[in-house]
């Protein structure tokens, strides 16, 4: 199984969000650090917004900083509020299913078994589990300043 982009956008901004804990943080600064799309990255921000992950300043000197503690960030949650469609096969896509064996294989929930388990495996996670103990190398790749190494 493979996240989409969006997804995988997502963690990482929530990683770097961590780093700088509680500061206010702009699009354009994350998106340098990870040498990744500003475009893609203001998409990302908005769900983030939307979902009260993050809380925006707006103005000159606004940004975004986390609105939630990070053990409060849980990244099944994060997971399903970023995926659009977790059919990793034909056979969950109901409407556009066309395989002829769908009614009778055992495919079918022995994936969906899988999926749910995947999900349920980042349920056991927050944002604390990604950066922990991570804090200075993370911010060296980064090539940024922490605020709270705990």
Do not use: W
Not at 78 to 94: K, Y
Request: net charge neutral; aromatic share 8%.
């Amino acid at each position: 199984m493979k996240i989409n982009t969006f997804t995988n956008l997502t963690y990482r901004v929530l990683i770097y969000m961590a780093l700088k804990d509680g500061q206010l943080v702009k699009t354009n600064e994350i998106a340098d650090a990870y040498h990744i799309s500003f475009n893609h990255l203001k998409k990302v921000m908005a769900k983030l917004a939307e979902f009260n992950y993050v809380k925006s300043t707006k103005g000159r000197s606004g940004g975004f900083q986390l609105a939630r503690p990070q053990n409060a960030i849980n990244l099944g949650t994060v997971f399903r509020m970023t995926i659009e469609d977790v059919a990793i096969a034909e056979c969950f896509a109901s409407p556009s299913n066309s395989c002829v064996i769908s009614p009778d294989c055992k495919l079918r929930s022995i994936l969906q078994d899988a999926t749910a388990r995947f999900i349920e495996e980042l349920d056991q996670y927050t944002l604390v589990d990604l950066v922990k103990g991570r804090e200075g190398a993370l911010a060296y790749h980064l090539d940024i300043d922490v605020v709270n190494l705990t």
